[in-house]
């Protein structure tokens, strides 16, 4: 007879029933095809009410546990019980304390100083925006974006970019990682890809996760190289001109309208232009756009405000030629926009309303000063330290010439509670001899001690 050692003796009786049997059956301890006590004889035994047997077999049944055969009885039904067990078994290490290095100092190239965001100009648009007259904030966004962020971004990316497009060429994104996606749709896996070498890698895993035959084309000074490009045919090449990612080059005009001229070799050949934090160059103005001096409908011109104004606005945007257009056209309806009307249209109002060219403005000029600060923290280092990156963008490249591997550089300053990032996994096919014993430091989210602080304890964490 089944005993179970009640730990409440309130109302619920049923469900500790029903757990104690369900986890006999689990662990093995009823087989497959045992029979039950009756609900008569069970409730005399545990001296509760033949109600409550009833409902905690009645839950086993229903949840498979149990089979009721009429006039016979409840039976243990056939459980997979190597799944159950693997489930337990995740279940325990995931409960398990993840114990984690306290990080004092973060050098991420991805950060943003959060102190300088606009939070009243929000809050004042968030009021304006979000009301009960618009009934449209309630519906399905425009699968292409809201045409108030649209309109808004045809005159900005033209002032700030020399971007040329009607607003029906703009489709609006959750990410460069979502527009990647649609341009995969696009053209199918039968289009080869283009890659710099190092790239950006969420755009290597995700042409090939697609099933697009991807080539990588090492960089030099000038960015990507032409001349291993020239047999090809029908090929997308995506490139970050105005900043190379992750060592900083910009790409020249010659090198530009050399990358034009071979795109124009061939009708499926196109360009994915990512001008992800373009407006960040601190000794000049920002450069224009690749797309500004195409001609030919051969650039697709991609950006986003994860650097401009935050990474949480998960809004991208991105400028098909006339061409592309047509098709994106065809399966637009397959498609639904993952962003929500509502922060659509406050960051349309935020660039419409002249508050988000200030705020760049004023971004600009802060993080310039910290760009300055930490060149002049590294400069306290010494000539073992060489350091490389345009001053545009938000992290600087460092390298080492005392010995010490990328990797102890890397596990080093985290045994000090600082975190560097190693530049090796950008690089497609190994780390080339020229890029060892080197790390990216970022200083976006930084305070002017904290980057002193920090330079301070890798000098140590580095032997330096």
């Not at 089944?2 to 301890?29: D, M, R, S, W």
């Not at 104004?309 to 098909?320: E, G, H, Q």
């Given at each position: 007879?089944?005993?179970?050692?009640?730990?409440?003796?309130?109302?619920?009786?049923?469900?500790?029933?029903?757990?104690?049997?369900?986890?006999?059956?689990?662990?093995?301890?009823?087989?497959?095809?045992?029979?039950?006590?009756?609900?008569?004889?069970?409730?005399?035994?545990?001296?509760?009410?033949?109600?409550?047997?009833?409902?905690?077999?009645?839950?086993?049944?229903?949840?498979?546990?149990?089979?009721?055969?009429?006039?016979?009885?409840?039976?243990?039904?056939?459980?997979?019980?190597?799944?159950?067990?693997?489930?337990?078994?995740?279940?325990?290490?995931?409960?398990?304390?993840?114990?984690?290095?306290?990080?004092?100092?973060?050098?991420?190239?991805?950060?943003?100083?959060?102190?300088?965001?606009?939070?009243?100009?929000?809050?004042?648009?968030?009021?304006?925006?979000?009301?009960?007259?618009?009934?449209?904030?309630?519906?399905?966004?425009?699968?292409?974006?809201?045409?108030?962020?649209?309109?808004?971004?045809?005159?900005?990316?033209?002032?700030?970019?020399?971007?040329?497009?009607?607003?029906?060429?703009?489709?609006?994104?959750?990410?460069?990682?979502?527009?990647?996606?649609?341009?995969?749709?696009?053209?199918?896996?039968?289009?080869?890809?283009?890659?710099?070498?190092?790239?950006?890698l969420k755009a290597y895993n995700i042409f090939e996760k697609m099933g697009n035959p991807v080539i990588s084309i090492d960089i030099d000074e000038k960015g990507i190289q032409i001349e291993p490009m020239q047999s090809f045919s029908d090929v997308a090449v995506y490139v970050t001109p105005s900043h190379q990612f992750p060592l900083g080059m910009s790409m020249p005009i010659d090198r530009r309208i050399r990358l034009l001229n071979f795109a124009n070799q061939d009708d499926g050949n196109y360009i994915i232009e990512d001008d992800y934090d373009?407006?960040?160059?601190?000794?000049?103005?920002?450069?224009?756009?690749?797309?500004?001096?195409?001609?030919?409908?051969?650039?697709?011109?991609?950006?986003?405000?994860?650097?401009?104004?935050?990474?949480?606005?998960?809004?991208?945007?991105?400028?098909?030629?006339?061409?592309?257009?047509?098709?994106?056209?065809?399966?637009?309806?397959?498609?639904?926009?993952?962003?929500?009307?509502?922060?659509?249209?406050?960051?349309?109002?935020?660039?419409?309303?002249?508050?988000?060219?200030?705020?760049?403005?004023?971004?600009?000029?802060?993080?310039?000063?910290?760009?300055?600060?930490?060149?002049?923290?590294?400069?306290?280092?010494?000539?073992?330290?060489?350091?490389?990156?345009?001053?545009?963008?938000?992290?600087?490249?460092?390298?080492?010439?005392?010995?010490?591997?990328?990797?102890?550089?890397?596990?080093?300053?985290?045994?000090?509670?600082?975190?560097?990032?190693?530049?090796?996994?950008?690089?497609?096919?190994?780390?080339?001899?020229?890029?060892?014993?080197?790390?990216?430091?970022?200083?976006?989210?930084?305070?002017?001690?904290?980057?002193?602080?920090?330079?301070?304890?890798?000098?140590?964490?580095?032997?330096?």
């Open positions: 007879m089944i005993t179970i050692p009640f730990k409440n003796k309130g109302a619920f009786l049923y469900v500790e029933i029903y757990e104690f049997i369900k986890q006999e059956i689990t662990e093995g301890n009823l087989k497959y095809g045992e029979k039950l006590p009756s609900k008569r004889s069970l409730a005399s035994h545990l001296s509760v009410s033949v109600n409550t047997v009833d409902a905690a077999y009645g839950q086993l049944v229903a949840e498979g546990y149990l089979e009721a055969s009429p006039k016979r009885g409840y039976f243990v039904c056939q459980i997979d019980t190597y799944l159950l067990k693997q489930k337990n078994r995740v279940l325990e290490k995931n409960t398990k304390k993840i114990e984690t290095r306290p990080i004092k100092i973060d050098f991420s190239p991805n950060a943003i100083d959060q102190r300088i965001f606009p939070y009243e100009a929000f809050r004042k648009i968030f009021k304006s925006t979000f009301n009960e007259y618009d009934s449209s904030l309630l519906n399905k966004p425009e699968i292409q974006g809201e045409m108030e962020l649209r309109n808004a971004l045809v005159e900005l990316l033209y002032r700030s970019r020399g971007v040329r497009c009607r607003v029906e060429q703009i489709i609006i994104g959750s990410g460069t990682d979502h527009l990647l996606q649609i341009l995969g749709l696009l053209w199918g896996k039968n289009k080869s890809v283009v890659l710099e070498n190092p790239v950006y373009s407006e960040f160059r601190y000794n000049e103005k920002p450069l224009p756009s690749l797309q500004s001096i195409d001609n030919n409908g051969k650039v697709i011109y991609i950006g986003t405000f994860s650097k401009s104004i935050a990474p949480s606005f998960r809004i991208s945007y991105m400028v098909l030629p006339e061409a592309l257009l047509k098709a994106y056209l065809e399966i637009a309806d397959a498609i639904s926009s993952p962003v929500s009307s509502l922060e659509q249209k406050m960051i349309g109002a935020f660039i419409s309303g002249g508050v988000f060219e200030k705020h760049v403005n004023k971004m600009r000029k802060v993080y310039k000063g910290k760009r300055i600060v930490l060149l002049n923290a590294l400069k306290e280092l010494g000539n073992r330290v060489k350091m490389t990156g345009e001053n545009a963008g938000h992290h600087l490249l460092v390298q080492l010439d005392n010995g010490l591997t990328e990797q102890a550089m890397y596990s080093r300053a985290l045994a000090q509670g600082v975190r560097v990032y190693p530049v090796s996994p950008y690089f497609i096919h190994g780390l080339p001899e020229k890029y060892k014993s080197m790390v990216l430091l970022g200083y976006g989210s930084l305070t002017d001690q904290q980057i002193f602080d920090g330079i301070g304890i890798l000098k140590d964490a580095w032997d330096l």
